[in-house]
C-alpha cells in the first residue's frame, strides 16, 4: 500500500531532498508551503520538485490550509519555518510556534489517522552549548553579553569563575535557546512531544545542524556561510566573516538529512524522540573559507573579519550524533562535497548574484549586525 505524506515546506531547500528520496520510495508525496518569497520568487513552484507530487498552497498559520492538506494523509514531515536572525520576534512565533500548535489541533479536531509527525526542529536550540571548565567541570553558558562581544572577547567563558572552558560535543540533554528562532523551534518540539504522547500521534524532533547542499536559496542571505561565501568567491573575494572567524561550526550535508528523515519515519525506535542530526566534523569559519577558496579555483581568496559579529549568536557548536548512529544512521557527505554540490547548482541558476551585501546591510540597520573595525 502507498503511504500519503504531507511534506510542510516540501518546496524548500530540505524538503525537496527528503521528496526525492520518498518518491524514490515509493511514498506518493504532497507539498504544503506558501511559496513565500525571498525563498521563492513570483509564487512559482521551484522546477526542481517533481511533478508526480501534489502540491496546495497555503500557510501554516491558517488553519483552513492544513485541513485541505492532511486530507488522506498518513504521515507528515512538517519543514515549514520562519528562519534567520531578523528582529521580528513575534513570527517565528506565529509560523513556527503557532502554526505546529494549528497542526496537531486539526489532528484532532478532524479525528485524522495520523502515523508520524516528524518535525525540524534545529541545533540552534542549544544556543552556547556544552562545554568544560577545568575547575567547575560541564558547563552551558548563557548568551555572550553585548559588553564582551563589544569588548572583542569572543569565547564563552565559565558562569562560575569566568576561567577558559574548552568545547564539547552537545547531546539531546540540556537545551538553552538564545533567539527568538531557537525558542520557536524548541517550542514547537516541546509541542509536538507533549500533544504527540497525549493523543497518540507519534512525533520526532530533528536537531538539524547547518545544513547544506544545493538548492539552499540564495535569495535569503541573512544566514549561511555556504551561500554568502559562494557569493563572495566567484565575485572574486574576499570572502568577510564574523567576529574573528574562529567559530566552531558543524556543518551537515542536505541529502544525509533527508536520509535521517526518511529513516526516522520508518522506524519506530525513533518514536517521542529528539536527535541531532549533524555532520561530525568541527569545522572552522576560516577553514570553511579556505575550502570555498579551493572550491572555486582561487585558494588565494582570503577571510576578512572586521570585527562584526551577530548579537545573539553561537559562538562554537558540535552535535554528538550518537544517537541517530544508535539508529544506523552515519553522515556520508563531506564539507567539501556539499560546496562543490551547491557551487553547480548555483551557477546554473539565471538570477544568482550577490544578496550578501544587501543582507548584511539590512541587518546592520536593524541592531543584528553590530561591531566593526
Ligand atoms: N537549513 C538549515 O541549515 C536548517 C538548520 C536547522 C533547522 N532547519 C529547519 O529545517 C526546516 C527546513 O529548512 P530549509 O533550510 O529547507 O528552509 P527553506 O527556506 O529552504 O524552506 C522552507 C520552506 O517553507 C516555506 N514556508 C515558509 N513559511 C511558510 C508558511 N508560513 N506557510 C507555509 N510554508 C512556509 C517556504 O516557502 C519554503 O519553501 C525549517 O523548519 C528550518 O527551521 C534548517
Redesign the pocket.
Known amino acids: 500500500m502507498t503511504t500519503n505524506i504531507l511534506v510542510?515546506?516540501?518546496?524548500?531547500?530540505?524538503?525537496?531532498h527528503t521528496i526525492d528520496l520518498l518518491l524514490e520510495r515509493g511514498y506518493k508525496v504532497r507539498i504544503?508551503?506558501?511559496?513565500?518569497s525571498p525563498?521563492?520568487v513570483g509564487g512559482n513552484l521551484p522546477d526542481y520538485i517533481s511533478t508526480d507530487v501534489d502540491f496546495v498552497r497555503?500557510?501554516?498559520?491558517?488553519k483552513d490550509?492544513w485541513k485541505s492538506a492532511l486530507d488522506n494523509i498518513d504521515s507528515v514531515f512538517?519543514?515549514?519555518?520562519?528562519?534567520d536572525y531578523l528582529p521580528d520576534f513575534s513570527t517565528f512565533f506565529?509560523?513556527?510556534t503557532v502554526?505546529t500548535a494549528l497542526l496537531y489541533e486539526t489532528i484532532v479536531e478532524q479525528g485524522l489517522s495520523i502515523s508520524k509527525v516528524v518535525?525540524?526542529?534545529?541545533?540552534?536550540i542549544y544556543g552556547e552549548g556544552k562545554y568544560e571548565c577545568e575547575v567547575h567541570g560541564i558547563q552551558y553558558p548563557p548568551s555572550r553579553s553585548a559588553q564582551q562581544l563589544e569588548e572583542k572577547r569572543w569565547d564563552p567563558v565559565c558562569p562560575v569563575c569566568a576561567g577558559k572552558l574548552g568545547l564539547l560535543d552537545t547531546s539531546e540533554m540540556h537545551v538553552s535557546p538564545h533567539n527568538s528562532?531557537a525558542m520557536s523551534?524548541y517550542t514547537q518540539e516541546m509541542m509536538g512531544m507533549v500533544l504527540g504522547r497525549r493523543y497518540n500521534i507519534p512525533t520526532v524532533g530533528?536537531?538539524?545542524?547547518?545544513?547544506?547542499g544545493a538548492?539552499?536559496?540564495f535569495r535569503?542571505a541573512y544566514s549561511?556561510v555556504l551561500r554568502i561565501f559562494a557569493m563572495q568567491a566567484l565575485a572574486g573575494g574576499p570572502l568577510t566573516a564574523y567576529e574573528d572567524g574562529d567559530q566552531i561550526r558543524d556543518y551537515?550535508n542536505?541529502i544525509d538529512v533527508a536520509r535521517a528523515n526518511v529513516m526516522v519515519l520508518e522506524d519506530v525506535r525513533a518514536d517521542f524522540r529528539s536527535f541531532n542530526v549533524g555532520g561530525g566534523r568541527k569545522v572552522t569559519v576560516n577553514q570553511f573559507g579556505s575550502i570555498m577558496a579551493e572550491a572555486v579555483g582561487v585558494p588565494d581568496i582570503k577571510v576578512v573579519c572586521e570585527g562584526e559579529y551577530r548579537f545573539g549568536d553561537t559562538r562554537h557548536i558540535i552535535s554528538d550524533i550518537s544517537q541517530m548512529v544508535g539508529i544506523g544512521w552515519v553522515p556520508e557527505g563531506t564539507v567539501e562535497m556539499s560546496v562543490q554540490e551547491y557551487l553547480e547548482w548555483a551557477q546554473k541558476q539565471s538570477d544568482f548574484g550577490d544578496y550578501a551585501t544587501a543582507a548584511r546591510s539590512d541587518m546592520r540597520a536593524l541592531g543584528t549586525v553590530r561591531g566593526g573595525t
Do not use: W
Not at 78 to 83: I, R, T, V
Open positions: 510542510t515546506g516540501g518546496a524548500g531547500f530540505i524538503g525537496s504544503l508551503d506558501n511559496l513565500a525563498v521563492h497555503g500557510d501554516v498559520r491558517d490550509a512538517h519543514l515549514a519555518a520562519y528562519q506565529h509560523v513556527n502554526g518535525m525540524a526542529s534545529s541545533q540552534a528562532y523551534k530533528m536537531r538539524y545542524s547547518i545544513v547544506q538548492r539552499q536559496s535569503n549561511g551537515v542536505v
